[in-house]
């Protein structure tokens, strides 16, 4: 059964820096495309960053210069470095991980910027 846990949530003043990072277990890591995606209350939960399975990332507008996506297969571990956070990146994060015949979530964690 493949799960996903994700860690490294918490709560920072706007300016700081915080590292998310995804361990997922019972699967073939590499065969999948990873993301980030987060979820603030009252709004759909939106993609964040994406990793696929040959290394291409893809930023949304917003985290582009602030958030890097990385990926190791042999520890099958994502992270998601999120420097120069602002309070609209109070959000839950999720990890993702799919591929053509499945689609994974995490339990998400909690990220809280404060002004």
């Known amino acids: 059964q493949v799960q996903l846990v994700e860690s490294g949530g918490g709560l920072v003043q706007a300016g700081g820096s915080l590292r998310l990072s995804c361990v997922v277990s019972?699967?073939?890591?590499?065969?999948?495309?990873m993301g980030w995606y987060r979820q603030a209350p009252g709004k759909r939960r939106d993609l964040v960053a994406s990793?696929?399975?040959?290394?291409?990332?893809n930023y949304v507008d917003s985290v582009k210069g602030r958030f890097t996506i990385s990926r190791d297969n042999g520890k099958k571990t994502m992270t998601l470095q999120m420097n120069n956070l602002e309070p609209e990146d109070t959000a839950v994060y999720y990890c993702?991980?799919?591929?053509?015949?499945?689609?994974?979530w995490g339990q998400g964690t909690q990220v809280t910027v404060s002004s």
């Open positions: 993702n991980a799919q591929n053509r015949l499945h689609n994974y």
């Open positions: 019972g699967s073939i890591f590499g065969f999948y495309d």
């Open positions: 990793i696929t399975s040959g290394g291409t990332t």
